[in-house]
């Protein structure tokens, strides 16, 4: 069982940054791909960014790439998301997510991930 909790959610104007964390506890953190996913009212849950347990290997959905980065801290079992350029059509629920499935490949398919956060709202304003 793996328990995650994410803060750094808010409120932030256009063109402003927000850095989101994700900590775990429960399970042998170093061995699980992570995902950061946000779903907005009315909307799928979708990937934003993804990453392998290393950290060496990432995923970005193409409406973030260049703008977010995903990355983690195994010795304090921590991922993160740095979000730059925050436009208003980011607005969402992000949510932390872990897959128990073997790590080779960050993957960007909700289903493979079966721990998830409850989730921190952003919310940008034009």
């Known amino acids: 069982q793996v328990q995650l909790v994410e803060s750094g959610g808010g409120l932030v104007q256009a063109g402003g940054s927000l850095r989101l964390s994700c900590a775990a506890s429960?399970?042998?953190?170093?061995?699980?791909?992570m995902g950061w996913f946000r779903q907005a009212p009315g909307k799928e849950r979708d990937a934003v960014a993804t990453?392998?347990?290393?950290?060496?290997?990432?995923r970005y959905a193409d409406s973030v790439k260049g703008r977010f980065t995903i990355s983690r801290d195994n010795a304090k079992n921590t991922v993160f998301l740095q979000m730059n350029i925050l436009k208003p059509e980011d607005t969402a629920v992000y949510f932390c997510?872990?897959?128990?499935?073997?790590?080779?490949?960050?993957?960007?398919?909700?289903?493979?991930?079966?721990?998830w956060g409850q989730g921190t709202q952003v919310t940008v304003s034009s």
């Open positions: 429960g399970a042998t953190f170093s061995r699980y791909c």
């Open positions: 997510a872990a897959s128990s499935l073997r790590c080779i490949s960050p993957s960007i398919s909700k289903n493979e991930y079966d721990y």
């Open positions: 990453i392998d347990w290393s950290g060496g290997s990432t």
